[in-house]
């Protein structure tokens, strides 16, 4: 993590090192033995150093990121043609409400008069074929019909009565109702969700290509996820289920909550963040989607050791602190820590609860 060290007290520190060391043949103030440093007992170091014992707190972690506003996966959908046909009839309008279930156009379509043939086509030779295997079944149980017409009667009827299923399978694909479809009738298509129409490009009479863009748009936007990226050093503070914040720039005063509804598995490399699912109440339509949001995390409670930002120390790569085992006897360790806020960290890994650090002064300790 990065430290405030500014140049003057960098130079000051140097300066104290270089007095409190001894010229030949007088005693060192600032002995180092690995790890260890030792300070004499009348050495002024001592005075500039300053120690506390930490005790484990309550913390909460928080941090902010940006976020888009995206539907709830299964609560939009894109209602386009499944067959190539010309538009009959209109159902909705921008901004109308509707039902799953509910009729949004009609298409006179060839290709879908073809399918309904089919399928009646199917379902009377299905009929057909159960009438003969039942009336062959009932002979053969008097005597007079022989068994390999039987059998012959139950393999054509299995066969009619598959490919009738098929028939109804593929209506069903295009949410048709097999029960109430009639021959020569457009295709009534409808919408597979509840919702508002937030698009709607449909034109009576014009003609529409079963892989042309969606005529219509339904959306439940009473709850919307925000999409948020958070980076790699904040992990460990998120939970599924905390309370979340949300401002937008249209109502920068007003908090929208919402909680962690999924944590994502798999990091950006290039940015080194997850992408957290936060779900929120949206009844009174403030997010839209596409919406640019700044996202305020905040951990639930939790117990952790924070210390000032003056107590870490960098070196490389690595953040270390001074523990003070004893007067005027300090040990360099490496700690894991998490930046909060602008003066202080949390300590996730490389202090026991009680141990003193020291928080002022380590600087005239540094090797």
């Known amino acids: 993590m990065s430290k405030r060290l500014i140049w003057t007290s960098l130079c000051i520190a140097l300066a104290s090192c270089q007095s409190n060391h001894k010229s030949s043949g007088e005693a060192v103030d600032v002995q180092y033995k690995g790890d260890t440093i030792v300070v004499s007992e009348n050495s002024p170091v001592l005075e500039q150093i300053v120690a506390r014992k930490f005790q484990l707190e309550d913390f909460s972690a928080e941090f902010k990121t940006v976020g888009t506003v995206r539907p709830v996966s299964g609560k939009l959908a894109e209602i386009a043609s499944p067959f190539a046909g010309r538009i009959v009839q209109s159902f909705v309008q921008l901004g109308q409400k509707v039902s799953a279930g509910s009729p949004v156009f009609e298409l006179g379509s060839p290709e879908f008069y073809e399918a309904t043939k089919v399928y009646f086509a199917a379902q009377s030779a299905a009929e057909l074929a159960q009438r003969n295997y039942n009336r062959l079944e009932e002979l053969a149980a008097n005597g007079v019909a022989s068994q390999k017409d039987l059998e ?25 109702d097999a029960s109430s479809v009639q021959m020569g009738q457009p295709l009534r298509v409808v919408s597979p969700i509840s919702g508002e129409i937030v698009k709607y ?24 996820w925000v999409a948020a990226l958070v980076k790699e050093k904040y992990f460990g503070s998120i939970r599924h289920g905390d309370r979340v914040e949300v401002f937008t720039d249209a109502h920068p005063d007003k908090v929208i909550w919402g ?15 997850l992408e957290v699912i936060v779900e929120c109440n949206n009844a009174n339509r403030d997010l839209k989607l596409g ?32 523990i003070e085992a004893s007067q005027g006897r300090y040990v360099r360790r490496k700690v894991e820590s998490e930046t909060v806020g602008t003066d202080r960290a949390r300590i996730t890994e490389g202090i026991a609860e009680g141990e003193k650090v020291v928080v002022e002064g380590g600087i005239f300790l540094n090797m």
């Open 152 to 176: 012959q009667a139950r393999s054509e009827a299995e066969i009619a009565g598959k490919e009738f299923e098929q028939a109804r399978a593929t209506l069903q694909i295009f949410q048709i």
């Open 201 to 224: 490009h449909i034109t009576l009479g014009s003609y529409a290509k079963e892989d042309a863009e969606p005529l219509a748009v339904v959306a439940d936007l009473s709850h919307v």
């Open 259 to 273: 909680t962690i509804y999924y944590i994502g598995e798999m990091l950006d490399e290039e940015t080194r963040s």
């Open 291 to 322: 919406m640019f949001c700044e996202v305020h995390f905040q951990s639930s409670p939790s117990k952790a050791i924070i210390l000032p930002s003056t107590a870490i120390m960098q070196e490389q790569d690595n953040d270390y602190v001074l």
